[in-house]
């Protein structure tokens, strides 16, 4: 079967998206292209946002290549998966210029896998996958009935069916993803990082999945949720690959980087520096030491609350104190070039605790975000504390939700976000 896999042309205008808005390796895709060619299918690969070419132009390209099936992500990247666009307006613009000629049209991300009949809806595609998507696009691939494929949604005679529960890919064995030269050659972002300007192509890689903890404000539940390592051997491949290609810069987009001892010592000679997220409460000194060691210039430490009362509320499950998390901090500091310590606006904290938190961090070099507000993604435990499980409205009332309970944004959002039914005014109605 010939395959294309598409990343569409992302925009973010009047977007809430709190991710960054530079392009980033389409992992998801990359990994579903490895399962696919092993599987002895034909594939290629169409990026709008890395190549800078609009959602017709790609459209048009998918066409030519003919394909018996196009799968399409409604998220830009892995990395994203947790703070997705809630608007679904990019894909279905997409869906739109392809008008039929891309074969049985898939949908893969996080909206479908929480939402499955409304993403379907809205986009106008013949298949949803839900939870992690490379194991079921092979499945479809290889020619299975609808009907018998797990973790997917679909129309029906009857209306609508969904499938079994959301995926979660096997990933531990998952082989090397490799990328050609004309792609790394178009990523010179270094994303999250500070201490220098890029000094070659930069790239994402994936070593572990998913995270042991249940934060309130995660959204994971349908997707990225069990905790799995990546063996070793396939990593460090894709990692030298990387490295040959000129890369000089990687980031691990691992929901929480968690210390790995034969990582970081196989990372120590070699010729690349990377970033991470993770949790600093997990870091002692020495693993800290090895973390310098082996190349990491940028660490985005979650800490979210200056108040044990206001993690206890995010379900931090945080075991050392305030003053404690930030002497850890400026511990790495002193091994790391850039650290930042994540906040979320709270109701528990203080704006002078807050203030002079940071004041405290910074005069260490140490860098903390002013307090956030939190946006209650369908696939979080804050969302289902509120309103239960997830429905035909559920970004809707998320959305509308953040814009009338705050009147300032992220430092990353220029203009005001506009109501969901606005952005999506192109999508069909769901």
């Known amino acids: 079967m010939k395959v294309a896999l598409v990343n569409p042309a992302w925009r973010f205008d009047n977007s809430i998206y709190f991710g960054c808005r530079e392009p980033h390796l389409p992992l998801e895709l990359g990994a579903s292209r490895v399962l696919l060619e092993a599987a002895g299918h034909e594939t290629a690969l169409f990026d709008g946002h890395l190549f800078q070419k609009s959602n017709a132009t790609i459209a048009a390209e998918v066409t030519a290549f003919a394909p018996d099936m196009t799968v399409l992500t409604t998220a830009p990247t892995y990395l994203f998966w947790r703070c997705a666009p809630p608007e679904l307006r990019v894909?279905?613009?997409?869906?739109?210029?392809?008008?039929?000629?891309g074969g049985r049209v898939v949908a893969v991300g996080p909206h479908g896998s929480v939402t499955p009949q409304t993403t379907l809806a809205k986009l106008g595609v013949d298949v949803i996958v839900r939870g992690e998507c490379e194991e079921v696009v092979t499945k479809l691939a290889n020619g299975a009935a609808l009907h018998d494929v797990s973790?997917?949604?679909?129309?029906?005679?009857?209306?609508?069916r969904v499938n079994g529960e959301p995926a979660a890919t096997c990933f531990v064995d998952l082989p090397p993803i490799f990328w050609s030269q004309a792609w790394i050659a178009r990523h010179g972002h270094h994303h999250h990082r500070f201490e220098a300007a890029p000094?070659?192509?930069?790239?994402?890689?994936?070593?572990?999945?998913?995270c042991p903890y249940s934060c309130s404000f995660c959204a994971k539940i349908d997707y990225r949720d069990k905790y799995r390592r990546r063996e070793l051997t396939?990593?460090?491949?894709?990692?030298?690959?990387?490295?040959?290609?000129?890369?000089?810069?990687?980031?691990?987009?691992?929901?929480?980087?968690?210390?790995?001892?034969?990582?970081?010592?196989?990372?120590?000679?070699?010729?690349?520096?990377?970033?991470?997220q993770t949790r600093i409460d997990l870091w002692k000194p020495e693993m800290l030491d090895l973390l310098g060691r082996a190349g990491c210039v940028s660490v985005e430490a979650g800490v979210e609350s200056l108040t044990a009362e206001g993690r206890a509320h995010l379900d931090k499950n945080c075991r050392l104190t305030t003053d404690e998390l930030a002497e850890r901090l400026v511990y790495a500091r002193s091994r790391i070039p850039f650290v930042q310590a994540n906040l979320i606006k709270m109701a528990e904290d203080d704006p002078r605790l807050i203030r002079d938190w940071r004041a405290k961090l910074e005069a260490h070099k140490v860098w903390a975000n002013d307090p956030v507000p939190l946006y209650p993604y369908p696939s979080s435990p804050d969302y289902r504390r509120l309103w239960g499980m997830p429905d035909s409205k559920a970004w809707e009332r998320a959305h509308d939700h953040y814009l009338n309970q705050f009147q300032s944004f992220s430092d990353i959002q220029d203009?005001?976000?506009?109501?969901?039914?606005?952005?999506?005014?192109?999508?069909?109605?769901?």
Do not use: W
């Open 151 to 160: 973790s997917i949604a679909f129309g029906h005679d009857d209306g609508f």
């Open 199 to 210: 000094d070659g192509p930069g790239a994402e890689v994936e070593a572990s999945r998913g």
């Open 91 to 101: 894909p279905r613009e997409f869906v739109v210029a392809l008008a039929g000629h």
């Open 234 to 276: 396939p990593l460090l491949a894709e990692i030298d690959a990387l490295i040959e290609l000129g890369v000089t810069y990687i980031y691990f987009i691992d929901e929480i980087f968690l210390p790995q001892r034969p990582l970081l010592e196989a990372l120590v000679d070699r010729p690349v520096k990377f970033g991470v």
């Open 415 to 430: 203009e005001r976000p506009l109501p969901l039914n606005e952005l999506e005014c192109q999508c069909l109605p769901s």
